[in-house]
Nanobody, 120 residues
Framework: HVQLVESGGGSVQAGGSLRLSCVASGYTFSTYCMGWFRQAPGKAREGVARIESDGSVSYADSVKGRFTISKDNAKRTLYLQMNSLKPEDSAVYVC???????????????WGQGTQVTVS
């Protein structure tokens, strides 16, 4: 079965950096779209970035120029490099996979447990 396990969250001061990782198992990692989402208390879940099987990427406007999504197919690992962090980036960050062949925010059907990022 599909499993997504995130790591790398933590607490950091504004302006700092963090790198999130997500190890995937249970499907052909290189073939499908992957993404990062986040949810802050009292707010709706927000798509942060996604990467398609061909490496094409897209970002939310709020993180463009600061966050970078990437993947290592050999390690079955998705990454999110977060630089110039702001307090408003504080949230639970969740890794997700879309196995439907479509790579849009509503197509993600598999989710990790999330990792907390706190920026002060």
């Amino acid at each position: 079965h599909v499993q997504l396990v995130e790591s790398g969250g933590g607490s950091v001061q504004a302006g700092g950096s963090l790198r999130l990782s997500c190890v995937a198992s249970g499907y052909t990692f290189s073939t499908y779209c992957m993404g990062w989402f986040r949810q802050a208390p009292g707010k709706a879940r927000e798509g942060v970035a996604r990467i398609e099987s061909d490496g094409s990427v897209s970002y939310a406007d709020s993180v463009k120029g600061r966050f970078t999504i990437s993947k290592d197919n050999a390690k079955r690992t998705l990454y999110l490099q977060m630089n110039s962090l702001k307090p408003e980036d504080s949230a639970v960050y969740v890794c997700a996979a879309s196995l439907s062949g479509v790579c849009v925010p509503g197509s993600f059907g598999y989710w990790g447990q999330g990792t907390q990022v706190t920026v002060s």
